[in-house]
C-alpha cells in the first residue's frame, strides 16, 4: 500500500504548473483532459519530483468553498515537504527563481529546514540532510 497521490488546490492549472515544473523542477506526469461529475471541462494535471512515488494532482478550485481553500489547505501551517539531497544549492536555486522563504534556514534534529510558499500561498518545509 502506498499514497499514490495529494491534490492541491489551484487557481489555474498552467501557473501551478509553470511552478512545479519550472521553479521546484518537477515533472509533469500527466496532463489530460477530463470532466467534472457535472460534465464541465477539467484537466488531470499530476507532477512529481523525479523519482518520487507520490505525486501532487493540482485541482482547479471549482465553486466559492474551494477557492477559500486555495492556499490555506492546511489552515496556516506546514502542510507539505520537500526533503532534497543538496539543502544549500536547493535553497540557493529555490531563491533566485522568486520563491517566497517566510521562515530563513535554521538546523534541527532531523535536518536543515526553510518554510517557503508555493504558487498558492500554501507552506512547504524545504528540508535536507542534519
Not at 18 to 42: A, C
Not at 81 to 101: I, K, N, P, S
Amino acid at each position: 500500500m502506498q499514497i499514490d497521490l495529494v491534490a492541491l488546490i489551484v487557481d489555474a492549472y498552467d501557473p501551478a504548473i509553470e511552478f512545479f515544473t519550472g521553479v521546484l523542477g518537477f515533472d509533469l506526469v500527466e496532463d489530460s483532459p477530463s470532466l467534472t461529475n457535472d460534465g464541465r471541462p477539467k484537466r488531470w494535471v499530476v507532477v512529481r519530483p523525479s523519482g518520487a512515488q507520490t505525486g501532487i494532482l493540482l485541482v482547479r478550485a471549482d465553486g466559492e468553498r474551494q477557492a477559500g481553500a486555495v492556499g490555506d489547505q492546511a489552515a496556516g501551517r506546514v502542510g507539505f515537504f520537500l526533503r532534497v539531497d543538496d539543502f544549500d544549492a536547493a535553497y540557493q536555486r529555490m531563491t533566485e527563481a522568486g520563491v517566497t522563504f517566510v521562515r530563513e534556514p535554521r538546523t534541527e534534529p532531523y535536518g536543515r529546514v526553510a518554510v517557503f510558499l508555493d504558487i498558492a500561498g500554501n507552506r512547504w518545509d524545504l528540508l535536507g540532510a542534519p
